[in-house]
């Protein structure tokens, strides 16, 4: 009954019941036994769980991320053990749980540090206000060049107090913005890293009977390995720009998102890259094939 009454009420809020966390639904409508009550609850329990899949599609969850990074490490682990794309792989999923916690750390806001910044500013305003108060003021009026004096003199402190309130009320956003940099210069060096991997793996290689010298990196890998390890550096690629986009996502700064513009750019450049040469790959196996 439950299930009958979820699906039926999913066709009049003209979304599939099937896409809409069936299972959690079932197991409690299950439990209606009066229908008119059973299906005011399941529009309810429609409409939000709706709404619920339309906003996890509309962030990137951290969790997620660092799980896939995790079965990418198995997978290499299981195909090329022991190998150096493998340590790069860890190390991603080392920088993912770091990053993790630090976007986290960014996007919340940081209460003793703005309680600190409103004390310091409450202090200089009424620092301000007992200078003013206890000033001695001419009985018989200001004469123009006084007048022109205390004028100068106050604009010189207000443009000072402002530039000490524009600091501190910037302190965060500032804190933030170094944080965020710093782990961004580390996904980027790490972007660099897997380029580096991928940068002998020459599919002409394969095919070109050219002499090798001692220098010459060595040719351990076949066709379809080659492509394999190709395509591993093309998903840690991919993954790096979605850890850096992590930064940004709670947390408006046109400074870092400019950094993390330039490490997708970075990460999508190096990536094409490597398509060329899995494409070049793909083209070998076909003629080799007919």
């Avoid at 209606?32 to 509309?58: E, K, P, T």
Wanted: a neutral charge.
């Amino acid at each position: 009954m439950g299930v009958d009454l979820y699906l039926q009420c999913a066709r009049e809020c003209g979304v599939d019941g099937g896409d809409v966390a069936l299972p959690l639904a079932a197991g409690w409508l299950s439990l209606a036994m009066d229908s008119q009550l059973g299906r005011a609850y399941c529009h309810q329990h429609v409409a939000l769980s709706v709404f619920g899949v339309v906003l996890m599609y509309r962030n990137l969850d951290s969790e997620k991320i660092v799980d896939t990074i995790g079965t990418l490490c198995r997978r290499i682990d299981e195909r090329f053990p022991n190998s150096g794309l493998s340590n790069v792989c860890r190390e991603l999923l080392t920088i993912a749980g770091e990053s993790q916690e630090r976007s986290a750390w960014i996007a919340k806001p940081q209460r003793s540090l703005r309680i600190i910044t409103w004390l310091l500013l409450i202090i200089m305003a009424a620092g301000l206000a007992v200078i003013l108060t206890h000033t001695a003021w001419p009985r018989g009026g200001f004469e123009l060049v006084g007048l022109v004096q205390g004028l100068e003199a106050a604009l010189n402190i207000t443009i000072l107090l402002g530039a000490a309130a524009l600091f501190l009320a910037t302190v965060e956003v500032r804190i933030k913005r170094k944080r965020a940099l710093k782990a961004i210069h580390e996904l980027r060096a790490l972007a660099h890293v897997i380029d580096m991997h991928q940068l002998t793996k020459d599919p002409e290689r394969l095919r070109a009977h050219t002499q090798e010298t001692a220098s010459s990196p060595k040719r351990t890998l076949s066709g379809s390995e080659l492509i394999r390890y190709l395509d591993y550096c093309s998903e840690m690629l991919s993954l790096i720009g979605k850890l850096a986009a992590l930064y940004v996502q709670k947390f408006d700064d046109p400074v870092a998102l400019a950094a993390v513009n330039e490490v997708e750019e970075l990460t999508t450049g190096l990536s094409r890259k490597i398509w060329q040469k899995i494409m070049i790959l793909n083209a070998f196996t076909a003629e080799e094939l007919v």
